[in-house]
């Protein structure tokens, strides 16, 4: 134990012993201030963590700035029978375990059931305690839950705390809304989701990676400078015409003639590349045209080569694994700019095994992939031979299908990348497969939000929403969210009114 944790503990005071007499360590944390704060905004918080944000982000106990985190034993009981599964989460569970054990290894049983001072994030913002509390050892009164369930003792344990400290907001924190439903119903005053990692409120905020203006885009401008280099026009506009714009978003109007793209800014002016909707909806590749503008800008960015991650949302039938993997085809086979495909997408199971029935790993793979092969149908359904037409591409095109779980510890090289489904993917997993990305590959993640099969992750908590923010900035990158389902009338008429 430092001298620094010494003395924040004598600094805190012991808030159980408010209105109770004096409390057994083995029932709650006891060094938890409860000094009244001089105005509401700084009243002290402590939240009571589950097990499923441990699960989500193993280092989540950290990310609390100055108030206190109490873990209940409950939790590290789920975390121990969580960590042997042969699952992608048990990962989670070992690495939640060893981080607490890495800041409560030298503090004493005393300490660690009192708090201990977590590690300083920032000068301005010190840091609270990190606390366990035995809720095994707590009474049962006829206030509380059953105790036969363990989200009961975490709200057993949180009611406990919260009428122990009654000048402190006491926070359960649980992304399970069945228990958050319940916490409020047994009387818990604050129950919230982890938000940490959450960069936007609402998914109807999510960068849609072009901006559409009603009416004449140029009768907005007051000033324009032209620069023209071979077939290609670039505008300069000043800077707060589009003051939210980002690199390689795309901008439209109501018009049938214009479309541009973000190429740069400064302080001043943003830079326009004049592109032309005819120019985008004429673009091919591997036969393929574009049937509206949405479709039209993905097929530019698909094919830009200066463009290392495209991501592609949108609904079901909107084109997005079609207009993938056409242009994959197409660099691959007629540009030669990549040396093969790879494709891999998550499964039903949160890229657990695919297990060890007898086949290869594309063998295995193919059920999950079967968007894939009925695209490359499509694709070669006038052919004589659509069957030999296949077996050829997929040899000429070196198309290889990969398990999310062989990602990880690859360097992939002069490929392109198709990550298909990725909206059931993690921020943690997404990272995982782009970090993989060395010199001279282009990946392509494509999701529906609405399709969410994960039992974790919402639609602004999905790995998908995360990195469309986080490269939302990068010049390496581009978003379109595909407006419009082109599959049949009837997906059409489904996506709309079901």
Known sequence: MTKENMNNENKLSNDLNHNSGQTSPTETPKNLSTEVPSTPSEQSIIYILDTNILLHEPFAFLSFKEHDVVVPMTVLEELDSIKDRNKDVSRDARVAIRALED????????????????????????????????????PQTEHTLSFNENDNRIINAALHIQKKTPNKKIVLVTKDINMRLKAKGAGLAHVEDYRTDQLIDDIQFLTKGYHQFSGDFWEKIKAVDSELDGRNTTHYVARDTVPSAYINEYLLDDGDSFAGKVTGWDDEQLAILDLGRERLLTKTAWGITPKNIYQGMAMDALLDPNIDLVILTGPAGCGKTLL???????????????????????????????????????????PWLAAITDSLEVLHQQDESMHGSLNYIMDKANI???????????????????????????????????????????????????????????????????????????????????????????????????
Do not use: W
Not at 111 to 137: R, T
């Open 103 to 138: 800041t409560l290894r030298d503090a004493s049983p005393e300490q660690v059931l009192s708090g201990v001072k977590l590690p300083q994030n920032d000068e301005q913002h010190p840091s609270g305690c990190l606390a366990i509390i035995n809720d095994y050892a707590l």
């Open 400 to 498: 290889q299908f990969k398990s999310v779980n062989f990602m990880r510890g690859r360097s992939i090289q002069n490929a392109l990348v198709l990550l298909d489904e990725c909206q059931n993917l993690t921020a943690a997993q997404l990272k995982t497969i782009i970090t993989r990305c060395g010199e001279g590959t282009k990946i392509v993640c494509s999701g529906n939000l609405a399709q969410i099969d994960s039992n974790y992750l919402t639609a602004v908590t999905s790995g998908l929403t995360y990195i469309v923010e986080r490269f939302k900035d990068f010049p390496g990158s581009a978003t379109i969210n595909l407006n419009g389902v082109v599959r049949s009338r009837l997906a059409s008429f489904a996506e709309e009114n079901l």
């Open 324 to 366: 993938a993997l056409a242009s994959a085809l197409e660099q691959v086979i007629e540009r030669g700019l990549y040396d093969k495909i790879i494709v891999t997408r998550s499964t039903p199971e949160i890229a657990e095994s695919i297990g060890f029935l007898p086949g290869t790993e594309e063998e295995k793979m193919a």
